[in-house]
């Protein structure tokens, strides 16, 4: 079957020459490059493999593994000898990537970066800037979250092109991942990285899309006989830093299936990092129970060092437990240093209870009031339980499917005695997942919500790869834009507006109250326009103004120009503000221009907002003043 439907991707051409379409998988907590040959590949029978990536495991060490972990370490320049960190391709540099910055970094955590991609989609920080080990001390060198996502990436390009030097990556068809929640900055942001890292030809696919494309794939053609038409697929996705939640909805068009994204959840940083810093600090209490107090730097390498405790027991069933050292704060480093160890009891007693407790579908994430001073650090979710937020997520989008009611087979709109939208089948992507008693756990409470409700209990889809999915499906996402296989449609994950002051009298004690405009609607195309011809406004150029930007993705009906005097505080979030001086032009400072406005989705998944003058007889001319949603000095650019 082939559907050359537009998907919700960011992309630009791919090179007419392109041999292979690659997949990478950004990811919080581990990289992977996959690749598609195009040439060996027919229909759904294709050619497809995984990078192996050379990377020091120690000093002057290499090893072959298919994971680059994304972590970089930064070490003292008389910490290694001469040429311990030389690669294939490096005889010298200053830092390490992979598994030796990762083992190195859980001794010496001052010196670490890690999260980055988490602190990429950071809205309240200036991502350009140096800031990362984000605690550590003066006299320690730091790169910017954006520096760090490009070093990732350039050391995947060294490595394919080491072993391709007949087929550099630069001129390849390059897919890089995204988790679905990435607002147009984050993204605007790792095209930029991997622009950087010399990939000049890029596509973003959202992460539970590239994970559905790899079940597909490695089905062989048989995924159509697991869904049917009128099934909704939710796609849960627990990665290293975030937790996605998507909904696709399966239709039939002209005899054949094909999948349409019509939900994608809130950002929920929430993931391997939240699961890492319990398990430490459990084992910290296990340690102050025998008497061994630990400092705040000795619990930051304990986290690390828990990390590589649960991902070697996810991985293999048969370990029970994995010893953890902690290195001392003294003299005698090796004879000081704590012993202890992660059972795979206590990993799924925390991991179980503490992030996938029982939940009703009625419970809410819980939300605490926020004091007034708190450290800077990652906006982590205040809630650890997945369950809640997956039962706000389903009750959010009850009426999802409502648009679908009169499409050809289906009818899975929700009743009206429906509470939540009731998936019919589940994929599940992530290494946390990797565990059988955390995804058998999240399934029943799942299906125990639609037995309550009398629905027939939810598939679970078999056959995903946890570790590798999102790259193997982002490479052969590559090979579907090229017509040769199933293609899942969506358009933007969200509706967007802006706010529109009111000119009603000031009155004492109240602000002026805003309306919300819609400027962009759900499933709008990337690369594609939106005027509002009929409507008019007044716009301040000259002086220093602000622009309010609000993302829903809850309200569906909105078209482009509907304008909003109320909502409720779940129906829209509110966007990065901008701060921006529209030129003059002319006029007076301070001059309220009578303008029409024209929206866009470009391309790299960035909002632009285009305000043109209206003379006298109401016409537009050529003059226009241009500001565009994205993050590149923390304020937007405004052009005349």
């Not at 320690?140 to 979250?145: D, F, M, N, Q, T």
């Not at 437990?321 to 001392?328: D, G, I, L």
């Not at 003059?584 to 929206?599: D, I, K, M, P």
């Amino acid at each position: 079957m082939n559907d050359n439907s537009n998907a919700n991707d960011i992309h630009t051409d791919p090179p007419p020459s392109a041999r292979y379409t690659i997949g990478i998988d950004l990811g919080t907590t581990h990289c992977a490059l996959s690749w598609l040959d195009t040439e060996a590949s027919d229909g759904e029978n294709a050619v497809q493999g995984v990078l192996s990536v050379p990377q020091l495991t120690g000093p002057g060490t290499l090893e072959n593994p298919t994971l680059l972990p994304s972590f970089l370490y930064l070490p003292h320049e008389s910490e290694l000898a001469p040429g311990d960190l030389a690669l294939p391709w490096s005889a010298s540099q200053d830092f390490a990537v992979g598994e030796f910055a990762r083992t190195r970094g859980a001794a010496t955590p001052i010196r670490l970066v890690s999260s980055a991609k988490s602190w990429l989609c950071h809205p309240g920080i200036d991502r350009r800037s140096a800031l990362l080990p984000a605690e550590a001390p003066p006299e320690v060198a730091r790169v910017s979250p954006l520096e760090a996502s490009i070093r990732y990436l350039s050391h995947l390009r060294a490595a394919w092109d080491a072993q391709h030097p007949e087929a550099p990556l630069a001129t390849q068809d390059v897919t890089v991942t995204i988790p679905a929640s990435f607002d147009p900055a984050a993204r605007e942001l790792t095209a930029e990285a991997a622009q950087a890292a010399g990939l000049p030809q890029l596509t973003l696919l959202e992460e539970p899309q590239a994970a559905l494309y790899s079940w597909i794939q490695r089905s062989s053609g048989a995924w159509r006989k697991e869904v049917r038409s009128g099934d909704i697929l939710l796609v849960v996705d627990v990665g290293g830093g975030t937790t996605d939640l998507s909904l696709i909805a399966v239709l039939e068009q002209d005899g054949n299936l094909e999948l349409q994204r019509i939900a994608v959840g809130e950002h929920i940083l929430l993931g391997g990092d939240n699961m890492d810093l319990a398990l430490a600090y459990g084992t910290a209490r296990k340690l102050a129970a025998d008497g061994k107090q630990l400092d705040p730097w000795q619990t930051r390498a304990l986290a690390h060092a828990c990390r590589s405790a649960k991902e070697m027991l996810l991985s293999d069933p048969s370990v029970d437990a994995v010893p953890v050292v902690v290195p001392s704060r003294g003299s005698k480093l090796i004879g000081g240093a704590l012993r202890t160890e992660v059972t795979r009891a206590e990993l799924e007693q925390t991991l179980l209870e503490g992030f996938f407790p029982p939940a009703a579908v009625s419970d809410q994430p819980i939300n605490r009031a926020r004091g007034a001073l708190t450290q800077l650090g990652l906006p982590y979710a205040q809630d650890a339980a997945v369950t809640r937020h997956l039962a706000a997520f389903l009750t959010r989008q009850r009426d999802a499917t409502a648009e679908l009611a009169g499409h050809v087979g289906f009818d899975n709109a929700a009743s009206a005695e429906a509470s939540f939208l009731h998936p019919t089948a589940v994929l599940f992507n992530g290494g946390v997942l990797k565990s059988g008693q955390i995804a058998e756990r999240l399934l029943d409470v799942l299906n125990g919500w639609l037995n309550d409700e009398g629905a027939a209990p939810a598939r679970l889809l078999s056959g995903a790869d946890l570790d590798l999915a999102v790259a193997r499906g982002a490479a052969y996402y590559g090979y579907v834009r090229r017509g040769r296989g199933v293609r899942i449609r969506g358009g933007t994950a969200q509706s967007y507006y802006v706010a529109v002051d009111s000119s009603m009298p000031a009155i004492p004690g109240m602000e002026p109250p805003i309306q919300a405009l819609c400027l962009a609607p759900f499933g709008m195309e990337e690369g594609t326009d939106a005027g509002l011809p009929g409507q008019e406004f007044g716009l301040v150029v000259g002086e220093p103004v602000r622009l309010r930007f609000f993302g829903s993705s809850m309200r569906r009906q909105d078209q482009v120009g509907t304008l909003l005097d109320f909502w409720s505080a779940d129906e829209l979030h509110e966007l990065q503000e901008i701060q921006a001086t529209l030129p003059a032009q002319g006029r007076t400072a301070g001059e309220v221009v009578r303008v029409q406005l024209h929206a866009r989705i470009t391309t790299t998944g960035t909002l632009e907002l285009e305000a043109l003058p209206i003379n006298a007889q109401g016409e537009s001319g050529s003059e226009r003043w241009k500001v565009e949603l994205d993050t590149r000095h923390n304020t937007s650019p405004a052009q005349a």
